[in-house]
């Protein structure tokens, strides 16, 4: 795997610290985009700047995570939020009620949507702006 697929990887998956660390070390010409990842060596990084861009937040991350809300005994609605209280205020402007509660779902977690299986991580690329709703979920008999 190269370098350039695994920064995209991050970037992705909103692995902010590794990101930040491959940012650096490609700032620094320790690594290139073209080089495998066999030649990252993270002890070549000065970590006290690497700690300072993860703080200022120099690649622009918004961690969004995905939140289970129980609307009724049989239904649950999926919100993407920055965190759990995000998460609840958002329902109560959509719904004008509390949830009966929020739990926070793995963003890798797989459903089924028609015929296709996909993550909510996956799902969360149709999305442009959060908090927003992801979908809706009723238990069956």
Do not use: W
Request: hydrophobic residues 40%.
């Amino acid at each position: 795997m190269l370098v350039r697929d695994m920064f995209e990887e991050c970037i992705v998956s909103e692995e902010s610290a590794l990101a930040h660390y491959l940012f650096h070390l490609l700032n620094e010409k320790k690594i290139s985009l073209k080089d495998d990842i066999s030649k990252i060596d993270l002890h070549q990084a000065d970590h006290k700047k690497v700690a300072e861009m993860i703080k200022k937040n120099v690649l622009g991350f918004r961690k969004v995570r995905i939140y289970s809300l129980k609307m009724d005994q049989k239904t649950f609605v999926f919100i993407y939020a920055s965190n759990q209280e995000e998460a609840i205020q958002f329902y109560i402007k959509s719904f004008h009620c509390r949830p009966l509660n929020c739990h926070e779902y793995p963003i890798g977690f797989e459903i089924s949507r028609g015929r296709e299986v996909l993550s909510f991580l996956d799902m969360k690329k149709e999305f442009e702006s959060f908090p927003a709703i992801a979908g809706y979920f009723s238990k069956g008999k």
